[in-house]
């Protein structure tokens, strides 16, 4: 059995709606409800009138007398208008959004966007608060916060990319009450070699607006996402966070070129080093819908391939040990083959010769009759699909690029056919003329 209590935090005076979702091996007879007491019909709603906490039971029952409950709550409280600021080190307002969940669940209490201040109008209670800045490369969220303790302070958040021997710094200024926090440092945008050496480092005494770390710098244990580019943190107290590579040798960047058509059609991936060389032995990895369906190597010609089963946005990603990581987004359609059939008539006239020989009594006769018919020729042109995919013309490459010089196209027949059919008509008559001369 399944149940959704919504809102489980309720302004006085306001509606919450309980809706529950029960299976059982025998058929269900009834599904009710009880909020402090009072029958409640489910998939209905209930108006709480005064502050607390309201207790819920849910209750199902099958046609064999078997009955299954479970309890819940929700919350009622007076309106509280929740005002904050978010700035960086040099006092200024930093664009973001900020989601308001129920403590300890992923329920949504209220959720909006901010340019600095902001303020929202929610039940006076204890919240996690979600805020997502600097285009969402820093995500960090506040568990068990008073609202009523929180309100009108300012939270300073500050993205710094001068700090030396980092990627970027994230500095933090909490001026809110809470339990433990959770941050998710994206890292996309950034600029790096391998991603396995990248690291999280945290300051714990840090001068937010000189951003300056004041004690020393440590390595830190978090959690990797390599599909989404980010690291997920759980600090114990809040300070300054940075993304650092670890030292490796002089780096160069790779070229990365893709061709792909349709869905279950090979797509190749071709990686090209210094001096726009292919690049041997680099690791491929390929994701759809955020998750890795392939890991591939490239061969002695840069080159390596898969072939989509599915419709949708496909991501390759490069990476090679002295090379930056390269990576491309690439939308796959389902289409029909890509041929096209163009027919072209033309008209010629063939002329056949009937020859009529009557015996005479005095002479021999010879009737010629040319007669003229006319023929249509039916020419079919293909349009080739280009598969070469290295996107430079060299190695002595002619016309559209291959890799290396092009093998001609096939061509059609086209008029070629009618000169034997001439020579023979030629032939016939003046063999036929020769003939008429010796009578």
């Not at 306001?14 to 091996?25: G, Q």
Request: proline residues 3%; negative net charge; glycine residues 8%.
């Amino acid at each position: 059995m399944s149940w959704v209590i919504y809102p489980k935090a309720v302004i006085v005076g306001n509606e919450v709606s309980i809706s529950v979702d029960a299976v059982d091996n025998y058929q269900l007879d009834s599904i009710w409800a009880v909020v402090q007491g009072e029958m409640v019909e489910i998939s209905g709603e209930y108006k709480a009138d005064d502050s607390g906490r309201y207790e819920v039971w849910i209750f199902a029952n099958d046609t064999s007398g078997n009955i299954k409950n479970v309890s819940d709550y929700f919350i009622a409280s007076e309106p509280l208008e929740f005002n904050g600021r978010v700035e960086d080190a040099n006092k200024s307002g930093v664009e973001g959004s900020l989601l308001i969940y129920f403590p300890g669940t992923e329920q949504v209490i209220s959720s909006l966007e901010f340019e600095g201040d902001f303020s929202v109008v929610i039940p006076d209670y204890v919240y996690d608060l979600k805020f997502a800045v600097f285009d969402e490369m820093l995500k960090i969220r506040l568990n068990y916060v008073n609202v009523s303790e929180a309100d009108g302070k300012t939270l300073g958040l500050d993205r710094s990319e001068l700090v030396e021997g980092y990627l970027v710094t994230y500095g933090i200024e909490n001026p809110y009450e809470m339990s433990n926090t959770t941050i998710v440092i994206a890292y996309s945008d950034l600029d790096y070699g391998k991603e396995k050496s990248l690291r999280i480092y945290g300051c714990e005494d840090w001068n937010f607006t000189a951003r300056k770390c004041l004690g020393d710098w440590k390595a830190l244990s978090v959690k990797q996402n390599t599909t989404g580019d980010y690291f997920i943190l759980a600090p114990e107290r809040l300070s300054a966070f940075s993304v650092k590579e670890l030292r490796v040798r002089r780096r160069h960047h790779m070229t990365l070129l893709l061709n792909v058509s349709c869905v279950n059609e090979t797509a190749f991936v071709k990686v090209l080093g210094r001096e726009e060389k292919p690049l041997k032995g680099a690791d491929v990895d390929v994701f759809f819908d955020g998750e890795k369906i392939k890991h591939l190597r490239t061969n002695e010609n840069g080159t390596a391939w898969f072939v989509p089963t599915e419709e949708g946005e496909y991501r390759v990603k490069v990476d090679k040990s002295g090379y930056y990581s390269e990576k491309k987004t690439v939308d796959i359609p389902v289409c029909l083959p890509e041929t096209t059939t163009t027919t072209t008539s033309s008209s010629t006239t063939i002329t056949s010769i009937t020859t009529t020989t009557t015996v005479l009594t005095t002479s021999t006769s010879t009737t010629v009759t040319i007669t003229s018919t006319t023929a249509m020729v039916t020419t079919t042109t293909l349009q080739l699909r280009e598969t070469c995919f290295d996107g430079i013309q060299n190695q002595g490459e002619e016309g559209i690029d291959c890799g290396g010089p092009c093998k001609p196209c096939p061509r059609g027949i086209g008029w070629l056919w009618l000169i034997p059919v001439i020579l023979i008509i030629g032939a016939l008559i003046l063999l036929l003329m020769r003939r008429g001369g010796r009578k």
